[in-house]
């Protein structure tokens, strides 16, 4: 695998490129037809468009029940009743993790998503046992994906002794970011909870991802807090907040000193866009700076059946979500699950320019606008210079 060419393709719907690939990297991007004759030809587009690889910034891939027949949901109405479902479920779940989350992981890959970050349960119900899974999955993958883990307390933290040594444990078996959830409402503590999140992360050098599912007042006093725990221990940049439905409780005006403060710090908000409660402004936030991410959360799992883990499905949902129809909106949504998953994860070289990895999406649509309402199936999917998913399909690393 030396140089080779990716012939006539439209970069986001743009005029018809060649481009030229030296090994995982772009080396140039030049007008369709212009690429030497001599270089070998790793795929002809046939003016498809060419997108980034997709980023899936928010999955719990190792709580799936993918490939497995269909199961009714069985949880109660509150998080709590769905927090003790699974406690029941999993553990009589005879599919080993990797038999579920590999398949998911090949088909998120061949819908087009090739940077993840999936939340994995470090919780007294499961010890170490989705973790140590999941870190193994890991390297089966390592050559085709990006594939970082949140150790996630989701039965809570303080609430549950022995969780807290589980999760350092995960971190010190390669777990890369510490996990968080509703240090309120969860935990009823909440800055216990997040002292102990922000000490975990400094001691171990990792940066913090916090499900905060809190609502109104509660839920943005507790952003505040992780805004001041995030400058306190230098982690600009590091430090992501998931759902955070509280923002959508407030108009935009009463939330212009926290949206500040979170662009200042590059705290990114992670929103799937769900129907049933209120979501962050998030294209208000993205006009003050702050950056926002997108996931599918749970896919077919104990929680509820839904999700396919197609993030361009999800850009659609996002659109849907906030009743976005212009073609900016669109892009938006799109920039949401692609630029914005890359900046949240801090994927380095992302983009479609010269010196950025090869990680490329091709399909077939008139533009990109038209790509997020209709979904097309049949992509082909370059990771790092290699063709890993042909007309739909995972063809393996
Ligand atoms: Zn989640």
Redesign the pocket.
């Known amino acids: 695998m030396g140089t080779q060419v990716i012939r006539d393709v439209r970069p986001l719907g743009a005029a018809a490129v060649d481009v030229v690939l030296d090994r995982a990297t772009v080396e140039a991007v030049l007008p369709a037809g212009s690429a030497p004759a001599h270089l070998p030809l790793l795929l002809d587009g046939r003016g498809q468009l060419l997108l980034p690889a997709l980023v899936e910034s ?1 999955v ?1 891939f190792d709580k799936t029940l993918w490939g497995m027949p269909w199961r009714p949901n069985t949880a109660g109405p509150t998080r709590n009743d769905r927090i003790a479902n699974e406690q029941r479920l999993l553990p009589g779940i005879d599919v080993p993790i990797a038999e579920r989350a590999g398949p998911l992981i090949e088909h998120c890959i061949a819908r087009g998503s090739l940077h993840f970050r999936s ?1 994995v349960d470090a919780q007294t119900a499961f010890g170490l046992r989705h973790v140590e899974a999941m870190l193994a999955l890991r390297e089966t993958y390592r050559d085709v994906i990006d594939l970082q883990f949140v150790a996630f307390p989701q039965a809570g933290m303080l609430i549950n002794p022995g969780t807290r040594d589980l999760m350092r444990a995960a971190l010190e078996l390669g777990v890369d970011i510490v996990g968080g959830i509703d240090p309120a409402g969860i935990d009823r503590d909440p800055i216990g909870h997040l002292e102990a999140v922000f000490a975990m992360a400094t001691r171990y050098g990792k940066g913090v991802d916090i ?1 905060l599912h809190d609502p109104g007042e509660l839920g943005r006093w507790q952003m505040e807090r992780i805004a001041d725990m995030t400058q306190a221990a230098g982690l600009a940049g590091r430090v992501m907040i ?1 759902h955070a439905y509280c923002m959508g409780a407030f108009p935009t005006a009463d939330l212009a000193p926290l949206a500040d403060r979170l662009a200042a710090l590059d705290i990114s908000i992670m929103t799937c866009a769900p129907p049933h409660t209120t979501v962050p402004p998030v294209a208000w936030l993205r006009s003050r700076g702050v950056n926002v991410c997108s996931g599918s ?2 896919i077919r799992d104990a929680w509820s059946p839904m999700g396919n883990g197609d993030m361009l499905e999800r850009a659609m949902l996002i659109a849907l979500r906030y009743g976005w129809s212009k073609d900016e909106e669109l892009a938006m949504a799109f920039d949401i699950v692609s630029a914005g998953g890359a900046r949240a994860l801090g994927v380095e070289s992302y983009g479609l320019a010269a010196g950025c990895r090869a990680d490329f999406v091709l399909l077939a649509a008139e533009n990109l606008a038209a790509a997020v309402v209709d979904r097309p199936a049949g992509r082909t999917v370059v990771s790092r210079g290699r063709i890993v998913a042909r007309d739909g399909v995972y063809t393996g690393h």
Request: charged share 15%.
């Open positions: 928010h719990h939340h499900h998931g959360d749970g």
